[in-house]
């Protein structure tokens, strides 16, 4: 069993929705979580970085840690084309990311 | 967060030769990590350099074949040694961010086919 479980989509929706991207992970060592997002042929950018439970809000992007069901989310708001991309979570005590699979996400318009 | 800057930005290499990437960043920074992404995957660290000291390589992962130098604060070097296909790969590095976060900040990423 992998660390870290993310599925890897593809996840298709019209340009308006809101997008529910999850991640489940097996070790309680994990303290800090991130998101970040992949455009084709670049690197990964940092989206959103969360410690506790709870959630956390940056614009359209909602990141949300359920620490006692070990799992994390991310929502983006009123999807635009421009969000189509990949998306990775990360996890990591000590400065060693864990990451997830990636989500494949396209926004159509 | 850092600016990174990686040379070259993809390659085509023959099968039994060697290729080093170079990493540079724009302010100094004390961990700078090499991680591989295989097509269609996610990425798997292959090893943590810091300055004035050893590599530390992850599991499946040996100097031999990815040798790395890390001679200052802004700048590291990986080296894919005697090539297969198999290492076609992108390769990425990245350093850490401020503050007790262990977020890390990503650079463009080396596109390596091997023939």
């Known amino acids: 069993q992998k660390e870290v479980e993310q599925d890897p989509g593809p996840l298709s929706v019209p340009e308006g929705a809101i997008v529910s991207l999850n991640c489940t992970y097996s070790n309680s060592a994990f303290q800090y979580f991130m998101w970040y997002r992949q455009y084709s042929r670049k690197g990964p950018e940092l989206l959103m970085y969360?410690?506790?439970?709870g959630n956390k809000e940056d614009g359209r992007f909602t990141a949300q840690v359920d620490k006692s069901s070990k799992y994390i989310s991310l929502f983006i708001r009123d999807s635009q084309p421009s969000d189509s991309a990949t998306y990775l979570c990360?996890?990591?005590?000590?400065?060693?990311?864990?990451f997830g699979q990636g989500t494949i996400l396209t926004v159509h318009p | 967060s850092a600016v990174i800057s990686q040379k070259p930005s993809r390659d085509i290499c023959q099968r039994g030769t060697s290729l080093t990437i170079q990493c540079q960043v724009d302010?100094?920074?004390?961990?700078m990590f090499w991680y591989r992404q295989q097509p269609g995957q996610s990425l798997t660290l292959i090893a943590t350099?810091?300055?004035?000291?050893?590599?530390?390589?992850e599991s499946g992962f040996v100097i031999d074949k990815f040798p790395i130098s890390r001679p200052n604060l802004t700048f590291s070097t990986l080296t894919v040694s005697n090539m297969s296909p198999e290492d076609s790969s992108i390769y990425l590095c990245?350093?850490?961010?401020?503050?007790?976060?262990?977020?890390?900040?990503f650079g463009p990423g080396t596109r390596l086919t091997v023939l």
């Open positions: 350099a810091n300055q004035g000291s050893e590599a530390t390589y």
């Open positions: 969360t410690y506790s439970s």
């Open positions: 990360a996890m990591t005590p000590y400065g060693k990311l864990t």
């Open positions: 302010s100094q920074v004390t961990m």
């Open positions: 990245s350093v850490e961010g401020a503050g007790a976060t262990d977020t890390q900040y």
